[in-house]
Structure formats: structure tokens, C-alpha cells
């Protein structure tokens, strides 16, 4: 079986991905942009492209809306077509994920140093060993590891004595030569900000000295069989005597896979540096640490410092970096939130924010450069569609846009028939639902016979089912409802979320009319409309939408920001003791919190 | 094919070790002592022991010696006796190797400690991470590597929170955490000091609070396939794409052998340090570096400096270990020629002392605390009996002492009839040969017409063969002889020594009188006639008999005392810079000094 896999090539670089959509929403995934002014319905043509490899035949639009000779030259439009497996495709627009960041730019600040020596070569009478040959030519101490030392005598020669030394300054005193190059590569220096979710990992491979993204790629997580959740994969490990072996082997397969997807832009061994970010469990079970202290009560992780270590020593793929892996907040808020605090900048701050990450955890952060505090809600997965009868990913066929005026009308991704609802659909159908009062402030999915006189005809025949089985319509045909067991599910997230973004307010001190802003990261972030967020009222209804602002994988590029510059090293490791871990269960009033915030109540 | 392997146990310490030989001579390699009177020849009857294992049938000699119920009870003549398998022996006597060394007794100044904490349970209450709780418990920041945080959470728990913790202290301002163990381990910790030989390995397990040696086992070097000197070694690291690899997996598995049989005594957890010399070569191969540009000209190692790593990162079975690899003198003087300086205490002496390392190579260094030289005397294997027609190594029937009055005497190791000869019967034979005029001052063994009337007939009708080709007759029955041959090798091998310490003094500017000392490492040091040895030239001839002491072995000493106290080793990092390589062939005089020592005039 051939993998599913495409590689966007724009201006020099690469962003590889092996989700299933279409080639539209798989740019808009890799941090790119196609040109589409119809939101992907095929109607402007304006996303036309030419994929090279393998793709699905094209659909009764395409073969209406492009001619003959397009169609021949493999011309396909993006919103309708995609992989069936290896696939590249160029793009000329270069929208690279810079839209609504807080904090963009960093100046690249790198812990390395490239320095290009031409020695004397060693003679008879010039016998100094190769290390003292370097020192000399440096005019420096410097500590050398064991692999360098073993590839050491090689560079020397086969660059006739003129190499390039690559020097890494720790900053605890000592400089430490990382790898040794023959002939004058001075050019040539990498790293890989990794971003390790529980669901997907994804690696940017950056030019360390000009901070340029060179690749881009994102594997899901291998250690997928295991289980979706990282409780399944914390059993996993407390159950099996190698269940961390065969965790760690795996994320770390994912990792050089990632870095197996790069390498077509850059050798391996010109990758010097690496960082990491994660929840604390998939940062333990990388560093084949047991996450099972983290998973049984008291939960407490093994550690919660950054890390420093060689790569190799991991079985990454990169013989000459060094990693780092960023510290956890606490137990279940990890390295990613974190990142999350770097990128959307609340530790600079001046004004309130709360940062809010919605993967399958929801970790969340409020505050100012004065005080942060941050905690765990565990929403669960129902944002992405687990757990809800129809749910799906946020692929073709997911309905992810509900209105309901006289009738109710919904949108796919891809324009194509309904299969099933993700994440954004769902919310949109909730708030729809919530506004027209087919649910009530409890969460009730009223009957037919409450709702008659209240609702046009075509909706109200969409309410069917009996009592406690209340289901609602969305599509007939294909069939599409949302049933009572969905809305609970969507009510204990939402109101999880709600419940930890009012206990951080009353821990600060604050009314929700003081936060500035509010950063939604995660691709929930992206895609969500914010005005339906406020509908199922997952957020508190005194914020307007115009401080809700979508911040993309702020986790990755907290991992890209400390990778290119070594102050944000040094802020992550202030942060990660500054940043105040709130436990939500130990709030005095949590179970009253907790209940009101279930509210569908506007 | 059972292994042989003789393992001595005194007063609670094992000694182990694989040579072939009788009981006697076995413990006197391991360094322990069985009574005699009459030197191994079977009149005494001291040497009585009880060998628990396969052994040689009771010799004609045993049979008449002891009485049936001895024999019935298994007790034999330690002298005649010889292992056939795995066998253990207790020895009452505890002679360690304590005579002859300048420097014996080192106080244990232990780089690590053991502290028990007794800590707080994790509680909901109480949630720091592992690592944080370790810290609170010691009250200091500790750096904690990643196979002790894979180990932290199942000791902490597994103990309850009453856990020893081991702290490290290499110097460098950080205290690392190199183990945490369940309970109270205090009174647990110890390091091996290993001595790489070209040959064999020897290994000193050692209590590092108190100093006392636990075990001690010595091996052939596993390296033995790719050939018995160090160049073929290198050969084929040089030739072979694997070569450094495969000669490193052999010498680690020669050290995880060693590990392996001193576990009777100890946990290999409980190994926290060991330390290693070795030439260059080895040096290199055990750390998986290219000896080749050692070998080729211009003859410089990939580094001198002393090495720092974790004992796993070799593949060494000691998971909690710290290694130390000694730094090296130069490119073919190595960490065992420092281990040498720092067991004689030249470094420390005010008198001026010569040290001599002969092993496959011979090393030298001479002079005090104010300055030291060092050289390599590359003499070859002829002083172990190598290259010699009927040399042979010191064990049963070798000859091992030779003496010319009205006929020759010849002794052998164990008493019995003569196989070959060893290195100290070499030199004693060659030495009285050249007393007795048999060989001239030039190295001639004369012919038969020459010397008759100057010698004794028996001692005539020894001296057989014809022109070029002439023998001299050491036994009739077996036959025996030293070849013209053998003695134009050991004429090299005594003149590279002697042309070795005359460069070296003439370099220092001074006379054989003003040698206070001469130390002679190694087993040739503890066997060798010290008058032969003036005998042949192979010193100067103005140093008396009484100055020249056997050490032993000295390199594996000065690994021991590095091991047991941080000031030792602080001493051998001043002291690799500090000694000061000098390259023979680079001295103007050197030809003239070389032949001129080749002499054998008195």
C-alpha cells in the first residue's frame, strides 16, 4: 500500500503532511495558502493546481469547471482533488502561518557558532593530538564528546586541515565542539523545532543564523496503536514491562520520519540543534521516562525541568545535535502550554490574556508579565468530533458550517455530499441550536411538541425521535443528526473550559471584561467560529468576539522561537518557575463552578 | 570446552584469573602468596591447599609428598597442582601486592557520596515532580542525567520515599545525581580500576570508602584475533570498514567479563567509578577512536586528554557508572606509562627515579618532581619469550633460571622437565653467556674452535652447530637451546632500553649514579634477575643491583589510586601536562647511542 503523503514546495521549502483532504485544506494545514475566493466549493477556479503523483480522478465539478487541455496537463482544483499517495505540488503564493500571532518575529539569536579553520597540518615535528590542534586554532578550551572525537581524525584529513568547527555555548562556562566538518561549511547550520501531540506531530526545519523555515512536516503520532488518548497510553506503560520501550521507540520513529521528510532539503548531520515541546506525557514517554507518576494519583511528573541532552542519545536521527526538551508547568500541563505562553507572548504582556489550547486536552493560561497562572481542563476529544455519534475530522464530507433560518443549511469541506460533523460544525449546530431554542439553558434537546408554534415548519419537523432520544436533523439525505448524547458531551467541554477560565479570573482577581485578548490555539482555534464558541458559551459571554483571535500551533512555534534564539531558552526556563500551576479540584467552589458553567444560559 | 579459570578467595576478596599454571605461580600473578620454602620445587610441602574444582591428576611427586588421607581429601601441592576448569581456593595468608611499590597506601578520597533521605511522600498536597522532591531532601540543585530519571519514580517508590541517593562530584561546580537506590545503601559503594593491556586486562574491584580491594580478575585482552601487538591491532582498524568497532566490542566484552566475575562479590549497580590506563592504542580502541593516525607518520592520537563519560555509553555493564579514561603522555606513551609515575611516585620524589614498563612495549620515564621525561622504547616481545625459537610464556616448564659453572643448571616453573624458555631464563642465560664469553661483546654466540680451553668441557660440548648458525645447548633432554638468533632479538630489545634511559638522561643532563631509584613495572619487573638484567647491558652498568626494585604492576596501581581519591587524579591531569615526551629517533646523537648500546661490554 502506498503512503498517502504530500510535499508543497514554495520559495525553497518543503511542507510535507500525510493528512487526508484536499489539496486546499492540506496547504491551509502545512501553514500555506491556495488562492480561493468561493471557500473551497469549487465555483472560482482560482485554486487550480498540478499535483505530481498519484491524486483521485476528477470529480463532475472539475471535469465541468476546467477545459480539456487543463484537465490533460493534470490541471486539477485544489478544493476538489487530493492524494491517493506520494505527492508533490508547487505554490507560488507564500502565506506562511504569520496571521494572528502575537508575537511573530525572533530575532535569530543561535547557542551555536560557526567557525572555518585552516590549520597547519600535523607533521613530525608538529605532533599535537587533534584536539589540542582545534583548541589552537580556536585559541580556546573546549569540551569534546565522544562522537565528535570519533569522527574527528576524518574531517581533519579529508578537509586537508581546513574545517569547520561548529561550537556550542551552553552557557554553563564551557564551549563544547559539536561536530567537526571538513572544508568550509559555515553556511550550514539547522535545527528542528518539534511540536509532539498526542494525535499529530509536526517538525519545521529552520535555518538556524537566518531563522528562514527551510521544511515543514507532519506525521501523526506512531504510537497511535496504543490508544487516541494519552491515558491509553500512560495503561500502556504501567501494564506492559516494556510498554515505555515501545512508546518511546515509537514517538521517536515519528520524529525521524519527520526528519526523513526534511532531509531532501538538508543533510542530517548539518541539524546541530533540536527542541521539543509536548504535554508532560508524550514529553516523558519521549524521553523514555514512565508517565505512570503523572497518571496515578498524586500525579506528579518525574521532572519538570528542561532538558538537555544529545539527540543520538534518544535514537533521533541527528548525529550531531544537541536537544532540548522545554520544561513541564506541572503535571498535566506541559512544555506545549508553555509554548503556547511564548508564542502568544503573556509573559511580556502589559495588558490581561488567556490563552486557551484545544487539542484532545484543553490546557488554558491567563494573565500578564506580572502573573500567569495556568491549569488542565480536560475537555476531552468531543471538540474533535470523538465521542459524538457523527463526529469526524475535519475532513471532505465534515459538516462544518450549520445555519438555521427558515430551514437549516449546512456546509462541507470539499463542497461534497454530508458524511458526518466535525469539531466547528458541531459548535455552529450547537449555538444554532442553543439561539433557536431547540436546546435549552440545561442542555435539554426539547420534544417536538415543546418546540411547536416556536420554530418555522422545516425545522421543527428536523426534532425526531422520543423522549431522552431527541435527535436533530442537520442533513436528510445523506442522513445527519445531532442527538441528546452529543449535546451532554459538547456541555461537559464546553463547560470544563468555561470552569477553568472563570476559577484562573476569581484566582486573579479579574472580571472577563479585563482580558485584552484571547488566544484560541490548536487548528480548533483556527477554524472555529468565534461567535459560536460564545454561543455554546465556552467562553464567558462578557468577552467580545473581537478579542477572540485563532493562533494557529502556537505550541510549535514556541518550539521555533526557543530553537532560533537562546533569550527565549532563557525565558522558558524562567517561565516554567514563574508560571503558577492551578489545580481546578482544589478551588474551594469548584463543583458550583463547574455545574453553572454547563449553562447554555446567555 | 570448559574455561579454565582460578579464582583465589582471601579474607573475604576474590582474586580471579584464566593464565595456565601451577596454584603457586597463580596466586603469585593474582598477588597473594602460598606459603614455600623450597621455591615451587615439591620438597616443602607448604604450599599445601585444597583446590575446590577440575585439577591435574596428583603428580608422582604429590603422591609420594602426601598422605592418602590428604590426597583423599583433595589437598594437593600448590606447586605442582594445576586447574583444569573452574576452580576456587581459599588461601589463609593475605600477602597482597603491597612489596616493592614507592607508593602504596592511598587515603580514599572518594569523588562521590551516599546520602539516605528520608522525604515526604507525593501527596495531592504535596505534588513536586520526582526531581524537585530529591532536591528539597538534599537542599542543593543537582543535575540529573536521563538513565537516573528513568530509574528515579521506581526507587523512590519501591522504597517508600527512605532513599540512598548517590552524588557525584566531578568538579565542574555541579553535583550530578548518578543513582537513587530503595533504602539505606550507604555503606554500598564501589569502583573498578581497570589496566588495558595489549595482552591481558586486569581488573581491581575496590570499596571506595575504605580502599580495600574486593576482587580482582584478569583476562586475555579479546582482542586477540586481529594479533598479539598493538600495529596489527591498528592494521586493521585501518583496513577494515568495522575494524574500530569490532576491536571495541572485544575489549569491552574482555571488561564486561571482568565485571561479570567480580559480581560474585558485589551488584554491578553498585559500581558508581572506574577508571582505565592503556597505551594509546588501547586507549583509543576502548573508546571506539581510529588508532590509525597513531599508527602512521606523523604519529598523533585523536586526543590526550583524560575522558570523562558515562561507563554505558561504551557498552561497559556498570549502568551507574562514571568512567575515567587517564590522559596520555604522547602519541606511544600512554595512560599506563602515567599510571606507572603516579604508582613509583616519581612525581613526587626528590631524588631522581627511572621507571621501566616492559610489557609487549617498553615505556620509560625518569626523572622527579621538578621534571619528568618520557619515551617509548619500542623493544618488542623478545623479553616475554616472544620471537624466540623456544621462548615460551612464564608458566609450567618454562626455564625460568639458568646459571654456568662446570656444566649449566637450569630451574623451571613447576619443577618439571623443560619445555621452553621464559623472559626472566632468557635474560639469565644470556647474561651468563656473556659472563662465561660464549656470546662477545658484539653479540656473537662463538663458534665451538673459539672458545675451547676457556670454558669447562660440559659447557663446551653445549656450544653446537656451525658458522652463522650456532646454539648453545640449555638441555639435552628435552632439548633446549638459545639460537644466534635469539640472541641478536634480545641484543635489540636490551639496546632500546638502554639506548632509551641513556637519551633520556643525557637529556636531563644527568649520571646513572645520580638515579636514586629504578623501578621495573610490569611481571618482567617482578621475575627478572635484577643482576642478569645488569648482566646483559640492559641498564646502565654503574647503577647497583640494590636500586632496582620490581614494582609490579605498576599502571594498574596508579589506576587504582586514581580511582580511590580525587587528588590522585587531579595529579594525573597536571601531570599529563606536565610530563614532557621526548621522540628517541629526534635526538642528534641517536644512531650512535643506539648501536653503542647494543654492546654486551660491561
Known amino acids: 500500500m502506498t503512503e498517502r503523503r504530500v510535499t508543497f514546495l514554495s520559495r525553497g521549502s518543503r511542507f510535507s503532511t500525510e493528512a487526508d483532504a484536499s489539496f486546499l485544506e492540506l496547504a491551509r494545514l502545512v501553514g500555506l495558502s491556495l488562492p480561493s475566493l468561493c471557500g473551497g466549493r469549487g465555483k472560482c477556479t482560482k485554486c487550480r493546481c498540478q499535483p505530481r503523483g498519484p491524486v483521485t480522478e476528477p470529480s463532475a465539478l472539475e471535469l465541468e469547471m476546467?477545459?480539456?487541455?487543463?484537465?490533460?496537463?493534470?490541471?486539477?482544483?485544489?478544493?476538489?482533488?487530493?492524494?491517493?499517495?506520494?505527492?508533490?505540488?508547487?505554490?507560488?503564493?507564500?502565506?506562511?502561518?504569520?496571521?494572528?500571532?502575537?508575537?511573530?518575529?525572533?530575532?535569530?539569536?543561535?547557542?551555536?557558532?560557526?567557525?572555518?579553520?585552516?590549520?597547519?597540518?600535523?607533521?613530525?615535528?608538529?605532533?599535537?593530538?587533534?584536539?589540542?590542534?582545534?583548541?589552537k586554532g580556536l585559541g580556546t578550551p573546549i569540551r569534546v564528546g565522544l562522537e565528535t572525537l570519533r569522527w574527528l581524525p576524518a574531517a581533519l584529513r579529508q578537509g586537508a586541515f581546513r574545517v569547520t568547527a561548529t561550537l556550542w555555548d551552553p552557557g554553563d562556562g564551557v564551549t563544547e565542539l559539536l561536530a567537526v566538518e571538513a572544508g568550509d561549511t559555515q553556511d550550514r547550520a539547522y535545527g528542528i523545532a518539534f511540536d509532539i501531540g498526542t494525535t499529530s506531530v509536526v517538525g519545521y526545519l529552520i535555518d538556524l543564523f537566518s531563522g528562514k523555515e527551510i521544511a515543514r512536516s507532519s506525521r501523526l503520532n506512531g504510537q497511535q496503536p496504543w490508544g487516541a488518548d494519552v491515558l491509553s497510553r500512560a495503561s500502556h506503560a504501567l501494564e506492559?514491562?516494556?510498554?515505555?520501550?515501545?512508546?518511546?521507540?515509537?514517538?521517536?520513529?515519528?520524529l525521524n520520519q519527520i526528519i526523513a521528510d526534511c532531509s531532501a532539503s538538508v543533510d542530517p548531520r548539518h541539524v546541530y540543534y533540536m527542541t521539543a515541546v509536548g504535554n508532560p506525557i508524550m514529553h516523558h514517554l519521549a524521553l523514555g521516562l514512565t508517565p505512570t507518576t503523572i497518571a496515578l494519583s498524586p500525579y506528579v511528573p518525574v521532572t519538570r525541568d528542561g532538558l538537555s541532552l544529545r539527540a543520538a542519545d534518544l535514537g533521533i536521527a541527528l548525529p550531531n545535535a544537541q536537544a532540548y526538551f522545554l520544561p513541564l508547568i506541572g503535571a498535566y500541563v506541559g512544555a506545549d502550554?508553555?509554548?503556547?505562553?511564548?508564542?502568544?507572548?503573556?509573559?511580556?504582556?502589559?495588558?490581561?490574556?488567556?490563552?486557551?489550547?484545544?487539542?484532545?486536552?484543553?490546557?488554558?493560561?491567563?494573565?500578564?508579565?506580572?502573573?500567569?497562572?495556568?491549569?488542565?481542563?480536560?475537555?476531552?476529544?468531543?471538540?474533535?468530533?470523538?465521542?459524538?455519534?457523527?463526529?469526524?475530522?475535519?475532513?471532505?464530507?465534515?459538516?462544518?458550517?450549520?445555519?438555521?433560518?427558515?430551514?437549516v443549511r449546512v456546509w462541507t469541506i470539499g463542497d461534497v455530499p454530508p458524511k458526518g460533523i466535525?469539531?466547528?460544525?458541531?459548535?455552529?449546530?450547537?449555538?444554532?441550536?442553543?439561539?433557536?431554542?431547540?436546546?435549552?439553558?440545561?442542555?435539554?434537546?426539547?420534544?417536538?411538541?415543546?418546540?411547536?408554534?416556536?420554530?418555522?415548519p422545516k425545522v421543527l419537523e428536523r426534532v425526531v425521535g422520543q423522549d431522552y432520544t431527541w435527535e436533530f436533523v442537520l442533513s436528510w439525505d445523506p442522513y445527519v443528526t445531532v442527538t441528546q448524547d452529543d449535546v451532554r458531551q459538547l456541555q461537559l467541554a464546553k463547560g470544563t473550559i468555561l470552569c477553568g477560565v472563570r476559577i484562573l479570573m476569581a484566582e486573579l482577581g479579574i472580571e472577563a471584561t479585563q482580558i485584552a485578548q484571547v488566544c484560541l490555539a490548536g487548528a480548533f482555534g483556527n477554524f472555529v467560529d468565534k461567535r459560536s464558541a460564545l454561543g455554546i458559551g465556552m467562553l464567558p459571554p462578557a468577552i467580545p468576539p473581537d478579542r477572540i483571535l485563532g493562533v494557529g500551533n502556537a505550541a510549535g512555534q514556541g518550539s521555533r522561537m526557543t530553537l532560533l534564539s537562546k533569550s527565549v531558552r532563557r525565558r522558558a526556563e524562567t517561565l516554567a518557575r514563574r508560571v503558577e500551576y492551578f489545580e481546578l479540584s482544589k478551588h474551594p467552589r469548584f463543583e458550583e463552578i463547574f455545574i453553572d458553567s454547563m449553562s447554555f444560559a446567555r
Open 240 to 254: 506492559h514491562a516494556r510498554g515505555v520501550t515501545d512508546l518511546q521507540t515509537a514517538i521517536v520513529g515519528t
Open 422 to 456: 466535525c469539531g466547528s460544525g458541531l459548535i455552529d449546530a450547537l449555538a444554532q441550536m442553543v439561539r433557536r431554542g431547540v436546546v435549552d439553558e440545561g442542555g435539554r434537546l426539547l420534544p417536538r411538541s415543546d418546540l411547536e408554534g416556536k420554530l418555522p
Open 337 to 407: 502550554t508553555l509554548g503556547v505562553i511564548l508564542a502568544t507572548g503573556l509573559d511580556a504582556s502589559g495588558e490581561i490574556r488567556l490563552a486557551v489550547d484545544i487539542g484532545t486536552n484543553g490546557e488554558m493560561a491567563l494573565g500578564s508579565r506580572d502573573h500567569i497562572l495556568a491549569c488542565s481542563a480536560p475537555a476531552g476529544p468531543a471538540f474533535e468530533g470523538a465521542e459524538i455519534r457523527q463526529g469526524m475530522r475535519a475532513s471532505a464530507g465534515a459538516i462544518d458550517r450549520v445555519r438555521i433560518l427558515e430551514d
Open 66 to 135: 476546467l477545459t480539456d487541455q487543463e484537465l490533460a496537463r493534470g490541471i486539477r482544483l485544489g478544493c476538489q482533488a487530493r492524494p491517493l499517495g506520494e505527492v508533490e505540488l508547487d505554490i507560488q503564493e507564500e502565506v506562511l502561518d504569520k496571521g494572528g500571532y502575537v508575537e511573530l518575529a525572533v530575532e535569530p539569536e543561535p547557542l551555536l557558532r560557526k567557525v572555518c579553520l585552516e590549520l597547519p597540518p600535523a607533521a613530525l615535528h608538529d605532533d599535537l593530538s587533534d584536539v589540542e590542534r582545534i583548541q
